[in-house]
T-cell receptor, first 116, second 113 residues
Framework: DGGITQSPKYLFRKEGQNVTLSCEQNLNHDAMYWYRQDPGQGLRLIYYSQIVNDFQKGDIAEGYSVSREKKESFPLTVTSAQKNPTAFYLC???????????????FGPGTRLLVL | GNSVTQMEGPVTLSEEAFLTINCTYTATGYPSLFWYVQYPGEGLQLLLKATKADDKGSNKGFEATYRKETTSFHLEKGSVQVSDSAVYFCALSRYNQGGKLIFGQGTELSVKP
């Protein structure tokens, strides 16, 4: 089955710790995205990548970092600089390099990050 | 800037009632418009979309029409079921913006038997 997998489902972070959220897709999609969802709010874009070895900041990139070394993988690191990391994190992908309006984005099941 | 505004929830309906969830947008040019649905504890799934004015998107009994004159994309369903209980998100994307989606805040729907 093709799709997007995110792991872990739940992640706990201690003060001053960096944590990495995994996102893998086997849809052969070029573009990948990371969104953050807070209770009662819509999703906000953290980072996106349209091609391997390239990525751009979204609306709330501060305190986060990403890499795109392989087409199928787009891990997100939540650094200690992110002061309010508790949220639900969603990864998504779409077919082309993101220049097209109207493309469907396919979402993974999400990772819930909690601060200890 | 670009933005999406949805009616506030939660919306509570009885089974077989008619559903409308309002969505209006602000954007330059001709955005594409989407409705996504999120079931508890899950990611988002595309429900329907429309890419140009007057297009109607439809899926699983849900419909929405892209109205440029009123900058709206309201979601409707004639008869809701308990299984439709979820959070519904309206979103837009614009050409040459990296494909990124701009979301409304979401509207929670609860359908009672």
């Amino acid at each position: 089955d093709g799709g997007i997998t995110q792991s872990p489902k739940y992640l706990f972070r201690k003060e001053g710790q960096n944590v990495t959220l995994s996102c893998e897709q086997n849809l052969n999609h070029d573009a990948m995205y990371w969104y953050r969802q807070d209770p009662g709010q819509g999703l906000r874009l953290i980072y996106y990548s349209q091609i391997v070895n390239d990525f751009q900041k979204g609306d709330i990139a501060e305190g986060y970092s990403v890499s795109r070394e392989k087409k199928e993988s787009f891990p997100l690191t939540v650094t200690s600089a992110q002061k309010n990391p508790t949220a639900f994190y969603l990864c998504a992908s779409s077919v082309s390099r993101g220049g097209q309006s109207g493309e469907t984005q396919y979402f993974g099941p999400g990772t819930r990050l909690l601060v200890l | 800037g670009n933005s999406v505004t949805q009616m506030e929830g939660p919306v509570t309906l009885s089974e077989e009632a008619f559903l409308t969830i309002n969505c209006t947008y602000t954007a330059t040019g001709y955005p594409s418009l989407f409705w996504y649905v999120q079931y508890p504890g899950e990611g988002l799934q595309l429900l329907l979309k429309a890419t140009k004015a007057d297009d109607k998107g439809s899926n699983k009994g849900f419909e929405a029409t892209y109205r440029k004159e009123t900058t709206s994309f309201h979601l409707e369903k004639g008869s809701v079921q308990v299984s439709d209980s979820a959070v519904y998100f309206c979103a837009l994307s614009r050409y040459n913006q990296g494909g990124k989606l701009i979301f409304g805040q979401g509207t929670e729907l609860s359908v009672k038997p």
